[in-house]
T-cell receptor
Framework: KAGVTQTPRYLIKTRGQQVTLSCSPI?????VSWYQQTPGQGLQFLFE???????NKGNFPGRFSGRQFSNSRSEMNVSTLELGDSALYLC??????????????FGPGTRLTVL | DAKTTQPPSMDCAEGRAANLPCNHS???????VYWYRQIHSQGPQYIIH???NNETNEMASLIITEDRKSSTLILPHATLRDTAVYYC????????????FGKGTRLHILP
């Protein structure tokens, strides 16, 4: 099976702009989670989508949003970018339906730099 | 918040066994212990998981104490490629659980 893919791999934006990141999960996985990783805060959970519905949410401001499509692909959007949004954004997929041990498989991440 | 505590860093000589501890004193009866690792600039990689019995796979062994309040991940013959941050998490492997990562342990393999 192909792994989790994320596009783009690298992105440079300026403050105030918005950005959309994309994630394609492993075939058959219906759950997609997003994480933000920074040197100071580590891996922080953003949100999880399952069957096109947000199922879990972390403690991030409303500038961070996401969605999931019927084919389980997911996008996350960050509006009004701030310097502190510079981070590695990771997407992870799992079956999400309780039919297995639900280990997560991560993509390579998108490195976002805000100038 | 993460429900696990790990040392921030550890060293291990190449070829020796690396033993990474994790404390999870508030673990519930139906929560499993999962281990992941993250090699620099890559996404985390699943290693192993267990409930109460010791587990072994091609990558590592997981030893869980009888009271389940702590566990140890063992890499039997560490190589330089095992240099990574190792994360221990506890969760119920159901459908809707929120998976929260702590700070992890940075493992340095010394040549």
């Amino acid at each position: 099976k192909a792994g989790v893919t994320q596009t783009p791999r690298y992105l440079i934006k300026t403050r105030g702009q918005q950005v959309t990141l994309s994630c394609s999960p492993i075939s058959g996985h219906r759950s997609v989670s997003w994480y933000q990783q920074t040197p100071g805060q580590g891996l922080q959970f953003l949100f999880e989508y399952f069957s096109e519905t947000q199922r879990n949410k972390g403690n991030f401001p409303g500038r961070f949003s996401g969605r999931q499509f019927s084919n389980s692909r997911s996008e996350m959007n960050v509006s009004t970018l701030e310097l502190g949004d510079s981070a590695l954004y990771l997407c992870a997929s799992r079956s999400g339906d309780g039919s297995s041990y639900n280990e997560q498989f991560f993509g390579p991440g998108t490195r976002l730099t805000v100038l | 918040d993460a429900k696990t505590t790990q040392p921030p860093s550890m060293d291990c000589a190449e070829g020796r066994a690396a033993n990474l501890p994790c404390n999870h004193s508030t673990i519930s009866g139906n929560e499993y212990v999962y281990w992941y690792r993250q090699i620099h600039s890559q996404g985390p990689q699943y290693i192993i998981h267990g409930l109460k019995n010791n587990e072994t796979n091609e990558m590592a062994s997981l030893i869980i104490t009888e009271d389940r309040k702590s566990s140890t991940l063992i890499l039997p013959h560490a190589t330089l490629r095992d240099t990574a941050v190792y994360y221990c998490i506890v969760r119920v492997p159901g459908g809707s659980d929120k998976i929260i990562f702590g700070k992890g342990t940075r493992l340095h393999i010394l040549p």
